[in-house]
Structures are given as structure tokens and as C-alpha cells.
């Protein structure tokens, strides 16, 4: 259970959570979010110097958190 079905669970008690609010609460998530700016900074860097190595950069860091969303478990608690 990644970060975003964890806090709908806490929002709902249980219910499974539609598809929009899993993809918002995704995006919301800080971690996620500080990435994506990150990331972006670094895309337009990249693109302005014409660096792909800041473009690849970029485009590894919004994958990133993604993949940090997904795979995030809450504290002591086991699967």
C-alpha cells in the first residue's frame, strides 16, 4: 500500500479510494512534490543549456517520485 491509499484509508476508514484521489493525493505527497519542482528546475535548465545530462537528470527525478509514492509503507506496520 503506497503513501496515497494509506492517507484515503484514513480519510475514508476503509473504503477503497476512486482513482482521482489516489492520483491527487500522489502528487500531494511532500517528497513527491519537492521532486517535481526539482525536477522541472532541472528540465529547463537543461533545456536552456542544451545539457541532455540535465534533461536525462530531470526526467529521472520525476520518475523518482513516483516510484517513491508507490512503494512508501507506513511505519511499523507490516504488509
Known amino acids: 500500500m503506497g503513501w496515497a491509499e494509506f492517507k484515503v484509508k484514513q480519510y475514508h476508514h476503509g473504503l477503497n479510494a476512486s482513482w482521482l484521489e489516489r492520483r491527487m493525493l500522489e502528487h500531494a505527497n511532500p517528497v513527491h512534490f519537492f521532486l517535481a519542482i526539482g525536477s522541472i528546475i532541472a528540465l529547463a535548465y537543461g533545456l536552456w ?31
Not at 541532455?52 to 527525478?61: D, G, I, K, P, Q
Open 49 to 79: 543549456t542544451h545539457e541532455l545530462s540535465w534533461v536525462l537528470l530531470s526526467l529521472f527525478a520525476a520518475v523518482m517520485g513516483h516510484v517513491y509514492t508507490w512503494t512508501w509503507k507506513p511505519w511499523g506496520k507490516p504488509d
